[in-house]
């Protein structure tokens, strides 16, 4: 009898039977891969591990060329409004895509009173959500919308230069919270981004 139990050769494991008991197909495979790997000697049975993994990665590219091509021929902007399929950047634009990707988030948010929602900050977030609703509109239609003030204005029946100077009271204010939040982090060695240095070292400090 022989001090160690002789392992099946390379050539007698050439296919992956099938699982036994509850064991998943895949998980199954992988093991008897693994198995393959480890008993391969020869510089012939280590090419016979290459075609394996080629073939694996074939059958994985080809599942993800179908996923992709699954749905069917026609483009998906096919009868889209014309504003969804624009080379010109646009918010409705931006929405259109996040629909399509099955990322409603922003979609579901997307109106002046959740206008903190949209922001992943949890302090600059507070600060939006404490914001006068009048702010909140304003805010809205101008930084997301891209209205112009003149356009803004017009909406609402205001001059623009009355929404100018609330756009920018209510901008200088946000400003100064968010810099005091910044200064704070920064004193207590707390992680910031390279925006949020940048705006501490830069914009607060020319407004100072």
């Given at each position: 009898m022989p001090k160690y139990a002789e392992l099946p050769s390379f050539r007698e494991q050439n296919y992956i039977t099938e699982a036994d008991g509850d064991m998943l197909h895949r998980e199954a495979r992988a093991l008897a891969l693994r198995r393959i790997e480890e008993s391969a000697r020869t510089e012939d049975d280590f090419q016979k591990v290459i075609e394996?993994?080629?073939?694996?990665?074939?059958?994985?590219?080809?599942?993800?060329r179908d996923h992709e091509t699954g749905r069917s021929n026609v483009p998906l902007e096919w009868g889209a409004e014309e504003l969804y399929v624009s080379d010109r950047p646009s918010y409705d634009m931006v929405l259109k895509r996040l629909l399509l990707a099955g990322d409603f988030l922003d979609l579901i948010f997307d109106s002046p009173e959740t206008i903190h929602e949209l922001v992943t900050d949890a302090d600059l977030s507070m600060i939006l959500k404490e914001l006068k609703p009048h702010l909140k509109n304003m805010l809205y239609y101008l930084f997301l919308r891209d209205y112009s003030a003149a356009e803004y204005a017009e909406s609402i029946g205001q001059s623009d230069r009355n929404i100018r100077g609330i756009r920018e009271t209510a901008l200088k204010r946000i400003r100064k919270l968010y810099g005091g939040i910044l200064a704070y982090r920064k004193e207590n060695n707390?992680?910031?981004t390279?925006?949020?240095?940048?705006?501490?070292?830069?914009?607060?400090?020319?407004?100072?």
């Open positions: 394996w993994w080629d073939r694996l990665d074939g059958n994985r590219e080809r599942r993800e707390l992680p910031m390279l925006d949020e240095k940048y705006f501490l070292d830069n914009v607060m400090r020319k407004k100072t």
